[in-house]
């Protein structure tokens, strides 16, 4: 492992602070931003050095210990990293996810909903929920298990209903809390990359990264530095 010092990097209007390459396994660190970004960093490393090290193999750029531990044999560093991770994304936070809407959503949820004359199943599920996050996880208990095509068909058309149902006129998308739970951490992350799981923010060892210089700046901070 090797660091440069303002030699690597791309500098200009929001160059980054400091990157790991994994190819070359060295750390830059911008000449005068730089400062703080040094454990981040050095995480990085280990987290991609780490696996091909313990198989006694060639690595990949790819390959992180903090996003797929079974790249390592079982033993202690493999459990650990498989408990960090769960650590990182577990808790009681649920997803947002984007459900489109079609012009006539509205109308097709109305006449299903408000205009039959007794409600049974699905749709009284989803009348009782209430709100719009309670109804599309309604919709989707109710075909929880369902793998035919034709059930799959009906579920996205019932979460739709549910969606526009509870949205207002003219909306063209619903953004409803009904993806998998998660941790406050991962939650946080993923509104950091505007919803979309593991674009940046939300890659697992950016997450464990960031952990990491948490636990470095924690522990100099109990040692006054």
Excluded at 40 to 62: C, F, M, Q, T, W
Excluded at 182 to 195: H, I, M, T
């Amino acid at each position: 492992l090797s660091v440069a010092f303002g030699a690597r990097g791309v500098g200009g209007k929001g160059a980054a602070r400091a990157h790991y390459e994994p190819i070359e396994r060295a750390i830059n660190i911008t000449k005068m931003n730089g400062g703080g970004s040094f454990g981040h960093e050095v995480y990085h490393a280990l987290d991609n050095i780490l696996p091909s090290l313990l198989r006694g193999a060639e690595g990949a750029k790819d390959e992180w210990a903090s996003h797929t531990p079974e790249l390592m044999p079982d033993g202690v560093i493999r459990s650990a990293f498989t408990k960090l991770k769960q650590a990182l994304t577990s808790g009681t936070e649920r997803l947002t996810e984007t459900i489109k809407l079609a012009p006539n959503s509205r109308e097709t949820a109305i006449y299903n909903l408000d205009g039959a004359r007794v409600l049974r199943g699905v749709a009284l599920a989803v009348k009782q929920a209430g709100n719009l996050d309670d109804a599309v996880l309604a919709v989707d208990k109710a075909f929880q298990g369902q793998t035919l095509p034709r059930s799959l068909k009906q579920k996205k058309q019932w979460r739709q209903i549910a969606a526009a149902y509870y949205s207002p006129e003219g909306a063209t998308e619903a953004v409803a809390k009904s993806g998998t739970t998660v941790s406050n951490f991962y939650l946080e992350a993923q509104k950091l990359d505007d919803g979309k799981t593991g674009k940046y923010w939300s890659e697992f060892h950016e997450m464990a990264a960031r952990a990491f210089q948490s636990y470095l700046e924690d522990k100099l901070a109990e040692s006054g530095r």
